[in-house]
């Protein structure tokens, strides 16, 4: 079983349309990630989001907006989204720092398609 | 900046075969840990195998053993005794001791043939 979920695992939208992603842990972790990946490619990372706030944002444009309502949950609202957002987004979670290696445990992402 | 380079897009081995996939890296911190995760086609990517930098022992788990050379910036993954469910992309990653953003290389895909 996945212990990171994310909704809904597919997702089709227009270009004019607004949603949003959701993706849960109850793990205990701080850290919280959105990247975007396309087929064949390895995983980008666009946002960061540490004790709820945001740490990182890797020059995502706006049309992305993240949020974390609380330390178990991040979304990812989309809006006026381009062709070329289509993608599978992962969401993933880790511990904060520490002095061992803290890996990131992945969702089973969402499809998304944009027409 | 921190890059990972995998330099075999695909690679297949026969079921009940060892196969190696390779994995170079670049960093100048001196205290990191690198990652092999696996992405099957059902999406998910799932940690494999990790490997502290500071150790020198290669870590090993079950089928999965990887080759850590320091020196040469060397991350190899081993996998022993191939069987159907290992055929996915193999992601090398490594972190950084302070943060935890991970680079990632770009990538193995395993075909593994009955």
């Known amino acids: 079983d996945t212990e990171v979920t994310q909704t809904p695992k597919h997702l089709v939208m227009g270009m004019t349309n607004k949603k949003s992603l959701k993706c849960e842990q109850h793990?205990?972790?701080?850290?919280m990630y959105w990247y975007k990946q396309k087929a064949k490619k390895p995983p980008e990372l666009m946002f960061v989001y540490s004790y709820e706030k945001l740490s990182i944002n890797e020059s995502v444009p706006s049309r992305f907006s993240p949020e974390c309502p609380n330390s178990s949950l991040l979304n990812l609202h989309l809006h006026a989204l381009q062709p070329e957002d289509s993608a599978l987004y992962l969401c993933?979670?880790?511990?904060?720092?520490?002095?061992?290696?803290?890996?990131?445990?992945f969702g089973d992402g969402t499809r998304l398609s944009i027409l | 900046a921190q890059t990972v380079t995998q330099s075999q897009p695909e690679m297949s081995v026969q079921e009940a075969e060892t196969v190696t996939l390779s994995c170079t890296y670049d960093t100048s911190e001196s205290d990191y840990y690198l990652f092999w995760y696996k992405q099957p086609p059902s999406r998910q990517m799932i940690l494999v195998i990790r490997q502290e930098a500071y150790k020198q022992q290669n870590a090993t788990e079950n089928r999965f053993s990887v080759n850590f050379q320091k020196a040469a910036k060397s991350f190899s993954l081993k996998i022993s005794d191939s069987q159907l469910g290992d055929a996915a992309m193999y992601f090398c990653a490594l972190k950084r001791d302070a943060g935890n953003m991970l680079t990632f290389g770009g990538g193995t895909r395993l075909m593994v043939k009955p």
């Open positions: 993933a979670s880790s511990q904060v720092g520490g002095m061992w290696s803290q890996p990131q445990h």
């Open positions: 793990m205990g972790h701080r850290a």
